[in-house]
């Protein structure tokens, strides 16, 4: 048995990946266009295959020659900025490639699917924590282009067989405890990231989007779940798909909100750097709060974070961003 983890040289599948292989898994093969994923990110003994979700002859080769059972499906474009700019672009990328990506795997017999979703499909939730049976309504096209993945991915299962854990992740965020890999994306836009990069005098500033929300500070509230967590959480959706489980739909995140303000505090304490904050209107497509609603996979998986402390995973970010910049200026 061998997994197919596409998108597995990015931020979070590369965890994936390692969470893996940590608990002894044999046969991971990882496909990615490296679009904005790095093949550094993998250890050697990983089999990347360069290339894209879409390519059907490809990824029919690969599912049958390594002998695929599970497919855990990354690879997205994942800004909802820029979805809002280009929500062709976004359709395309998440939902046609998505399509094409389920079709190969029904045709050569893949029995299960992890998928990544996101937070964004809820939208702007009237109350939080947010449960999974609230109604989706997702408001950028980053979220709509994940939705209908969702249920393309749900209406194929029961019509060929096939189980699948769909995993909407709140705001994922820190880096490998080990150091072995993190978020490398140039121009990443992410608020950790971005607060990091500002500490670590890579950025000479950072904006706050918006301070008129209907939230404590005025600042918009996020469920930041520690990446080694979330990678843990499809480790064991994996086994639970394997033992016979029934497909599930689960939040990540920890349940607990943070405002940017507050984020931005904690980088400034944890780095012990103080930097400019500019206070600026609202971005495009950003909902003021989302918080997961964070029983349900506990009690379907058993899943246990260790990584819940927002101090830890600052920390993480940092020591992540700073040997980023170093191996870039070898
Ligand atoms: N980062 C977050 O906060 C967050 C939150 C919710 C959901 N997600 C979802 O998690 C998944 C992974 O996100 P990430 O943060 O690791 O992003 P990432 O950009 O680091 O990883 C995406 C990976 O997919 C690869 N890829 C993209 N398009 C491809 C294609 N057509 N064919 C092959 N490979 C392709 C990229 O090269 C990259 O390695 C995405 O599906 C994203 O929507 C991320
Ligand atoms: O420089 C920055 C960057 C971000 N923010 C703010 O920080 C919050 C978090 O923004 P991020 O860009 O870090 O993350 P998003 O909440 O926009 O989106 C992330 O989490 C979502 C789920 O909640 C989706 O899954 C999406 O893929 C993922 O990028 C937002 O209020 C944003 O406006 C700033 O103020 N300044």
Request: glycine letters at 8%; proline letters at 5%.
């Amino acid at each position: 048995m061998a997994v197919l983890v596409t998108g597995g040289a990015g931020y979070i599948g590369s965890h994936m990946v390692l969470a893996l292989l940590d608990a002894g898994h044999e046969e991971i093969v990882v496909l990615d266009d490296l679009s904005t994923g790095f093949d550094w990110a993998l250890p050697p003994e990983v089999k990347l295959v360069v290339g894209d979700i879409a390519d059907q002859a490809l990824v029919t080769e690969t599912i049958l020659q390594h002998r695929i059972d599970a497919l855990a499906h990354f690879a997205a474009k994942i800004v909802v900025p820029d979805s809002v700019a280009d929500p062709l672009g976004y359709y395309l990328a998440n939902t046609a490639k998505t399509r094409s990506l389920i079709e190969t795997a029904v045709r050569t017999g893949v029995k299960h699917v992890i998928f990544s979703s996101t937070a964004a499909v809820y939208g702007e939730p009237e109350t939080v924590p947010v449960p999974e049976d609230l109604t989706t309504s997702p408001i950028n096209p980053y979220g709509r282009s994940k939705l209908m993945s969702e249920w393309m991915i749900q209406d194929a299962a029961k019509a060929h067989g096939f189980s699948y854990v769909i995993l909407r992740y709140f705001n994922v965020a820190g880096a490998d405890p080990r150091g072995r890999t993190g978020q490398s994306t140039p121009n990443a836009t992410h608020l950790i990231k971005v607060a990091t990069q500002t500490a670590l005098g890579q950025r000479s500033h950072i904006d706050v989007f918006g301070t008129d929300y209907p939230t404590p500070d005025g600042s918009c509230l996020r469920d930041y779940i520690q990446v080694s967590d979330l990678a843990e959480a499809h480790r064991v959706a994996l086994t639970h798909l394997r033992s016979g489980g029934e497909s599930l739909t689960l939040n990540c995140g920890y349940g607990r909100g943070y405002s940017v303000l507050e984020v931005i505090e904690v980088v400034k304490r944890i780095s012990g750097r103080d930097f400019e904050v500019r206070l600026c209107p609202r971005r495009a497509g950003d909902p003021a709060q989302i918080i997961a609603g964070a029983d349900r996979i506990r009690q379907r998986l058993g899943w246990v974070p260790k990584h819940d402390d927002l101090d830890a995973i600052v920390g993480q970010a940092l020591a992540w961003e700073d040997s980023l910049s170093r191996r870039n200026r070898v």
